[in-house]
């Protein structure tokens, strides 16, 4: 059974910084394509970051670009989102995501698996 527990989320002030963490388990996490997608208050589901198996060539949305760093670490089975200069506008549920392909794709469609979130509340 495949599980991804996201964990790190809280309160933070504007310009603060936060670290998430998704931890897998029941699949071979180095073959998985991994990102991370945001669902703020009244909005739907948009991409925030994705990195292939060996951590190159990763891509970001427009909006955190700059700010955040995704990251993983093979040996760990883990997934790594940190997040800087935090604005009140990246209030959201994080969640983690696995897609078994070629390549790193925005379209939250083409994941398979997906974590319960952790939200992520900054305040002005």
């Known amino acids: 059974q495949v599980q991804l527990v996201e964990s790190g989320g809280g309160l933070v002030q504007a310009g603060g910084s936060l670290r998430l963490s998704c931890a897998a388990s029941?699949?071979?996490?180095?073959?998985?394509?991994m990102g991370w997608f945001r669902q703020g208050p009244g909005k739907e589901r948009e991409f925030v970051a994705a990195?292939?198996?060996?951590?190159?060539?990763?891509t970001y949305a427009d909006s955190v670009k700059g700010r955040f760093t995704i990251s993983r670490d093979n040996a760990k089975n883990t997934l790594y989102l940190q997040m800087n200069s935090l604005k009140p506008e990246d209030t959201a549920v994080y969640y983690c995501?696995?897609?078994?392909?070629?390549?790193?794709?925005?379209?939250?469609?083409?994941?398979?698996?997906w974590g319960q979130g952790t939200q992520v509340t900054v305040s002005s």
């Open positions: 995501a696995a897609r078994f392909g070629f390549s790193v794709e925005a379209d939250s469609h083409s994941y398979t698996y």
């Open positions: 029941g699949l071979t996490f180095s073959r998985y394509i």
């Open positions: 990195i292939p198996w060996r951590g190159s060539s990763t």
